[in-house]
C-alpha cells in the first residue's frame, strides 16, 4: 500500500475502499488508514478476510450466485464428503477441494441448474473432454450444500433400489451409454428400463438425475431406441460445448490448473515468454481434458521447460498425442497387455480378481506366441507402474485413468489380427462377450465377419458355462439370454454347428437360472426371431429351439413376475403374437390376471407414490389383453388410489436450493489482462 500510495493520490478519488483476503486487527487497519492517506474516508472502508465472509452472511444470494464461494467451505466440504460415495469410492477432502478449485464458474451450471430443477432429470451432453462430469459433479455438490443425499450409479438397477420418495435424493449416472459407442443388444436390454426410471424422478417432487454422455452417442441411442426417442419422455438435454467457455473463462481453466498441479515456475515462464499462453487459449481444439493432462506435474516434468511451449501446441494439434508416445514407447510389453485386458472389462471399474484372471491368460498367449519372456509377478508389476498414470485403483476396482485413454485404445484395437488372438485367450465370458460387441460395433446390418466367429470356436464350451481346462469357468457369469444371443450372433457370421449345439445346451441347461427382468423380454424376441426365419432360416431344428425357450417365458410367468417386468413381457408377446403358441398366450392371461387381483395387497406393501401411478397406468394397460372385467380392474385401482391418498398425507414437499444466476460479466479479456493474469503465478 506504500507503493500504491503515490497512484491513489495522483488519481484523487471521492471515495477508496480496500478489500483483501488478509486477516486485519484494528491496529492493523489503523496504520494501513494512515498509509493510504485523506483519499480513505473511514476505516470501515477496509475490509480484511472477517469483514468480507460477514458481508456474505448478510448477503446470502451473493455467495449463492458464486458456486466456488460456498463449495469451498469447511460445512459444504464436511457434508459432501460424508454424504455419499463418489465415483463408487471413498473420496478425501483433498479431492473435492481440487475439483473445485480448477473449476472456472461459467453459464453453463446457471443454464443447465435452472433445466434440472424444473424438469427433474438433466442429460448432459457434448463432444469427449469438455467438462461433462465436472459440471455435473458441480451440480450434485450444490445439492449437497442443501442437506440432499447424492447417490451415485452404475446401473439402473442402483437406482431403482435406492430411491425413496421421503427423502431428498440427487442421483448422478455418468457416461450412462457408454464412452465409446452404442451396442444395439445392450440398449435394448436398458432403454425400457432407462425410461421407466426417467419417469420415476419426474414424478417425485424429492428426486434429481443428472446424467452425462457424448453428444453422438446420446443421439445414435434417440435414433436406435423407441423409447428414448418417444416425444412424450421430454428428456432434458443441455448440450455442453467448448463454444461456451469465453476466453476469459479458458484463461481460467488454465490458469487454476497450473496453479493447483503446482507446474515448475520455468515451464510457466516458457509458456508466457514465447508467447505460447494466448496461443493455448485460443487454440480451436481447446479441450479443458487436454489443459489437466499437460498441466498436471507428473507429466509436465518429463518434459524440459524449453521444449513444454511446442510440446503443449502440439498435443492441441494432435490430441492422440496425449497417450501415443507414453502407451508405444514408455511401457512395456505387459503393461501393455494389461491395459488391452482392461479394456474388454468393465468401463467403470472391474474388480482385480477378475481382471487377473483375463490378463494372466491374455499374458500367458501372447508372451508364448510372439517369444516374450513372462515372470509370476508381471501382474503386480505392470498395476505398480500404470497406477496413476494409466490406471486408477480404487480400493479393489481398477479403471483406465481417464476416458481419454478407452478413445486412444479404441482406435489402436480395431485389429482383427489382434482381437482374434484376444478371443483365443478370453478366460471369462464377459471379455469375450466384450470383444465381440466392439468387432461388430458400427457394422451395417447383413454384414458378417466369419473369421472373428470362428476364432470363438474353441471357447465354445466356455461361452455354455463349462469348464474347458478344469480351472474356474464361470456358470454364474452372464445371463442365460446373453449366452444365447451371443452363440447365435456367432452363428449367424459363421454358420458352424459348433454354436447351433451350443444354443442348445444353454437352454437346455438346468443350472441356469432365467430371470424375468433379465431374460423374459429377450427369451420372446428369439422365440419370434427363431420362427420368422431370417439370419435363422437354415438354423438346425430351430423350432424346436424356439419351443425349449418359449417353455422357460411360460415358466416365469406362472412362478410370478413383477407389474413392470409383465409389462415388457407383454408388449414383446403383443409384437409378436403371431409367432407364439397358444400356451404362451394363456400363460401371460393369467398372469396378468393375478397381477389385478393382488393389487390391493401389492398398494399395502408400496410406499412410493409414483410407483403406484405407474401400476395403475400398467394394469389399466394389461387389463384389456387379459380380458379382465371392468369392474375387478375398478377395484384394483381404486385400493391402489387408497395407498396413495395416504402416502400423500404423510408426504411433504420440499424445494431443492435456489440457483440464483451470477450477473453477466462484460467478457472484454484483452492480450494484456491475459498476460497479467498468468504473470501473478511467477510473482507468487
Known amino acids: 500500500m506504500k507503493k500504491e500510495r503515490a497512484s491513489i493520490d495522483a488519481l484523487q478519488p471521492d471515495r477508496y475502499l480496500l478489500a483483501t483476503s488478509v486477516g486485519l486487527t484494528p491496529a492493523r487497519k489503523k496504520s494501513l488508514a494512515a498509509t493510504i492517506g485523506p483519499a480513505l474516508k473511514d476505516e470501515k472502508r477496509i475490509f480484511g478476510q472477517s469483514d468480507l465472509n460477514g458481508l456474505l452472511r448478510s448477503y446470502p444470494e451473493i455467495e449463492k450466485s458464486h458456486i466456488k464461494l460456498w463449495l469451498s467451505s469447511t460445512g459444504v466440504l464436511d457434508r459432501v464428503l460424508h454424504a455419499a460415495a463418489h465415483a463408487f469410492a471413498a473420496i478425501t477432502r483433498a479431492e473435492i477441494e481440487a475439483k473445485v478449485k480448477v473449476y472456472a464458474q461459467n453459464p453453463s451450471f446457471s443454464q443447465s441448474a435452472a433445466k434440472l430443477?424444473?424438469?427433474?432429470?438433466?442429460?448432459?451432453?457434448?463432444?469427449?473432454?469438455?467438462?461433462?462430469?465436472?459440471?455435473?459433479?458441480?451440480?450434485?455438490?450444490?445439492?449437497?450444500?442443501?442437506?440432499?443425499?447424492?447417490?451415485?450409479?452404475?446401473?439402473?438397477?442402483?437406482?431403482?433400489?435406492?430411491?425413496?420418495?421421503?427423502?431428498?435424493?440427487?442421483?448422478?449416472?455418468?457416461?450412462?451409454?457408454?464412452?465409446?459407442?452404442?451396442?444395439?443388444?445392450?440398449?435394448?436390454?436398458?432403454?425400457?428400463?432407462?425410461?421407466?426410471?426417467?419417469?420415476?424422478?419426474?414424478?417425485?417432487?424429492?428426486?434429481?438425475?443428472?446424467?452425462?454422455?457424448?453428444?453422438?452417442?446420446?443421439?445414435?441411442?434417440?435414433?436406435?431406441?423407441?423409447?428414448?426417442?418417444?416425444?412424450?419422455?421430454?428428456?432434458?438435454?443441455?448440450?455442453?460445448?467448448?463454444?461456451?467457455?469465453?476466453?476469459?473463462?479458458?484463461?481460467?481453466?488454465?490458469?487454476?490448473?497450473?496453479?493447483?498441479?503446482?507446474?515448475?515456475?520455468?515451464?510457466?515462464?516458457?509458456?508466457?515468454?514465447?508467447?505460447?499462453?494466448?496461443?493455448?487459449?485460443?487454440?480451436?481444439?481447446?479441450?479443458?481434458?487436454?489443459?489437466?493432462?499437460?498441466?498436471?506435474?507428473?507429466?509436465?516434468?518429463?518434459?524440459?521447460?524449453?521444449?513444454?511451449?511446442?510440446?503443449?501446441?502440439?498435443?492441441?494439434?494432435?490430441?492422440?498425442?496425449?497417450?501415443?508416445?507414453?502407451?508405444?514407447?514408455?511401457?512395456?510389453?505387459?503393461?501393455?497387455?494389461?491395459?488391452?485386458?482392461?479394456?474388454?472389462?468393465?468401463?467403470?471399474?472391474?474388480?482385480?480378481?477378475?481382471?487377473?484372471?483375463?490378463?494372466?491368460?491374455?499374458?500367458?498367449?501372447?508372451?508364448?506366441?510372439?517369444?516374450?519372456?513372462?515372470?509370476?509377478?508381471?501382474?503386480?508389476?505392470?498395476?505398480?507402474?500404470?497406477?496413476?498414470?494409466?490406471?486408477?485403483?480404487?480400493?479393489?476396482?481398477?479403471?483406465?485413468i481417464n476416458p481419454s485413454f478407452r478413445d486412444y485404445m479404441a482406435d489402436y484395437l480395431r485389429d482383427g489380427a489382434m482381437l482374434r488372438d484376444f478371443v483365443t485367450a478370453a478366460a471369462l465370458f464377459e471379455w469375450a462377450q466384450a470383444i465381440w460387441r466392439f468387432a461388430t460395433r458400427g457394422r451395417e446390418v447383413g454384414t458378417t465377419n466369419p473369421q472373428l466367429a470362428n476364432a470363438f470356436i474353441p471357447i465354445a464350451p466356455m461361452l455354455i458355462g463349462r469348464s474347458v481346462s478344469g480351472d474356474q469357468w464361470f456358470r454364474n457369469s452372464g445371463s442365460g439370454s446373453e449366452r444365447l444371443h451371443l452363440v447365435l450372433q456367432l452363428w449367424t457370421h459363421s454358420q458352424s454347428d459348433v454354436f447351433a449345439e451350443a444354443a442348445y445346451a444353454i437352454a437346455e441347461d438346468t443350472a441356469v437360472s432365467w430371470k424375468p427382468w433379465r431374460d423374459g423380454t429377450h427369451l420372446i424376441e428369439l422365440t419370434a426371431n427363431l420362427r420368422e426365419g431370417g439370419y435363422y432360416d437354415n438354423f438346425p431344428d430351430r423350432e424346436r429351439l424356439a419351443h425349449m425357450l418359449e417353455c422357460h417365458v411360460v415358466e416365469m410367468l406362472r412362478s410370478g413376475v413383477d407389474t413392470d417386468d409383465l409389462e415388457q413381457m407383454s408388449d414383446a408377446i403383443e409384437e409378436a403374437e403371431r409367432l407364439l403358441s397358444p400356451d404362451l398366450i394363456s400363460a401371460t392371461q393369467s398372469a396378468i390376471q393375478k397381477e389385478i387381483e393382488l393389487a390391493g395387497k401389492r398398494a399395502a406393501e408400496t410406499d412410493s407414490e409414483s410407483t403406484l401411478e405407474e401400476r395403475i397406468s400398467s394394469l389399466s394397460k394389461l387389463a384389456p389383453r387379459a380380458s379382465v372385467p371392468s369392474g375387478r380392474l375398478d377395484q384394483a385401482i381404486a385400493a391402489i388410489n387408497d395407498r396413495i391418498r395416504a402416502i400423500e398425507e404423510e408426504a411433504e414437499r420440499e424445494d431443492g436450493p435456489d440457483f440464483t444466476p451470477a450477473k453477466p460479466e462484460v467478457d472484454v479479456f484483452n492480450d494484456a489482462q491475459l498476460r497479467d493474469l498468468f504473470a501473478s503465478l511467477l510473482t507468487d
Not at 469438455?130 to 439402473?156: C, D, F, Q, R
Not at 437406482?159 to 435394448?188: C, M, P, Y
Not at 434429481?208 to 452417442?217: E, K, P
Request: aromatic share 10%; glycine share 6%; net charge neutral.
Open 117 to 400: 430443477e424444473e424438469q427433474h432429470v438433466l442429460i448432459i451432453s457434448g463432444p469427449p473432454g469438455v467438462g461433462k462430469t465436472t459440471l455435473a459433479e458441480m451440480l450434485a455438490y450444490a445439492y449437497l450444500a442443501e442437506g440432499w443425499e447424492l447417490i451415485p450409479i452404475m446401473s439402473l438397477t442402483d437406482g431403482f433400489a435406492a430411491i425413496n420418495d421421503t427423502k431428498k435424493q440427487v442421483f448422478i449416472f455418468d457416461d450412462f451409454l457408454g464412452r465409446i459407442a452404442l451396442d444395439r443388444h445392450a440398449l435394448s436390454m436398458k432403454d425400457s428400463e432407462l425410461a421407466r426410471f426417467l419417469r420415476r424422478i419426474k414424478a417425485s417432487p424429492n428426486a434429481r438425475f443428472i446424467l452425462t454422455t457424448r453428444a453422438y452417442i446420446f443421439e445414435e441411442a434417440r435414433r436406435v431406441s423407441e423409447h428414448l426417442a418417444d416425444q412424450r419422455l421430454d428428456v432434458t438435454k443441455y448440450v455442453l460445448d467448448v463454444g461456451i467457455y469465453t476466453r476469459r473463462i479458458r484463461a481460467r481453466i488454465l490458469y487454476n490448473h497450473l496453479s493447483v498441479a503446482g507446474t515448475n515456475s520455468s515451464h510457466i515462464r516458457a509458456l508466457i515468454e514465447t508467447g505460447t499462453i494466448e496461443k493455448i487459449v485460443d487454440h480451436k481444439n481447446y479441450n479443458p481434458r487436454i489443459i489437466e493432462w499437460m498441466t498436471d506435474k507428473l507429466h509436465a516434468n518429463g518434459i524440459d521447460a524449453s521444449e513444454y511451449p511446442t510440446e503443449f501446441l502440439a498435443t492441441l494439434n494432435n490430441p492422440s498425442r496425449l497417450w501415443d508416445i507414453a502407451f508405444r514407447n514408455h511401457i512395456d510389453a505387459r503393461s501393455r497387455h494389461l491395459l488391452y485386458t482392461l479394456f474388454f472389462c468393465a468401463e467403470f471399474g472391474e474388480d482385480l480378481a477378475a481382471v487377473r484372471v483375463s490378463f494372466e491368460a491374455l499374458h500367458a498367449y501372447l508372451c508364448k506366441k510372439y517369444g516374450q519372456t513372462r515372470d509370476p509377478k508381471d501382474f503386480e508389476e505392470s498395476v505398480k507402474i500404470l497406477e496413476g498414470g494409466f490406471i486408477n485403483i480404487r480400493g479393489t476396482k481398477i479403471s483406465y
